[in-house]
């Protein structure tokens, strides 16, 4: 079993929805979480990041972590087709060695 | 500000060749990490630097792979013979020390033949 779970999709909503992403993780020393996205040719790059169990906000971004569940989310609000990429969860347990989700495939159609 | 910088963006060459990957980190970053992504295995930790100094290189699939950071702005990770199977995108990344995000570069995709 992987450390980290996380539904590969693709995911195809309508422009405009919201979109819940979702990561399952084994591991309870995991202490810091991230979410990246991935544009097809490019590099991961960094949407969010927390510590702490709760809701964090950036703009349309909602990053959510349930400790106890060992669950954390990604919410896109307004989804716009710009958002089409992959999304990456990621997590540490000390240090700085991050444990990648293999990534879900969002798809925002007009 | 400037990014991780990786090159080259591609490369293709033969089996039994060796093959260099560049990173130059962002400046003032004291952490630096090469991972390899590909669909099967998705993104893999190869070797982790912190001031220069590897760390962890347990990710490293065999002795062909070798990598190195002989100063604060540059790294290379280097395969030796290279064989089909290491085809996939490498990426650098670097971080300041600690919890700390890590900031990725753009990757080399590299395809041996």
């Known amino acids: 079993q992987k450390e980290v779970e996380q539904d590969p999709g693709p995911l195809s909503v309508p422009e405009g929805a919201i979109v819940s992403l979702n990561c399952t993780y084994s591991?309870?020393?995991?202490?810091?979480f991230m979410w990246y996205r991935q544009y097809s040719r490019k590099g991961p790059e960094l949407l969010m990041y927390?510590?702490?169990?709760g809701n964090k906000e950036d703009g349309r971004f909602t990053a959510q972590v349930d400790k106890s569940s060992k669950y954390i989310s990604l919410f896109i609000r307004d989804s716009q087709p710009s958002d089409s990429a992959t999304y990456l969860c990621a997590m540490v347990r000390g240090g700085n060695k991050l444990t990648f989700g293999t990534g879900t495939q969002l798809k925002v159609e007009l | 500000d400037a990014g991780v910088i990786q090159s080259p963006r591609h490369e293709v060459t033969e089996m039994g060749q060796e093959v260099t990957l560049r990173c130059k980190p962002i400046s003032g970053h004291n952490s630096l990490f090469w991972y390899r992504q590909t669909m099967m295995r998705g993104l893999e930790l190869l070797i982790y630097f912190n001031n220069n100094v590897p760390i962890d290189d347990s990710g490293m699939p065999e002795d062909r792979f070798s990598a190195k950071m002989p100063n604060a702005s540059f790294s290379t990770l280097k395969i030796q013979p290279s064989e089909p199977r290491d085809s996939a995108v490498y990426f650098c990344?670097?971080?300041?020390?600690?919890?700390?995000?890590?900031?990725f570069g753009d990757g080399t995709r590299l395809s041996i033949l």
């Open positions: 927390t510590y702490s169990s």
């Open positions: 990344a670097s971080s300041d020390l600690g919890d700390q995000p890590q900031h």
């Open positions: 591991n309870s020393a995991f202490q810091y």
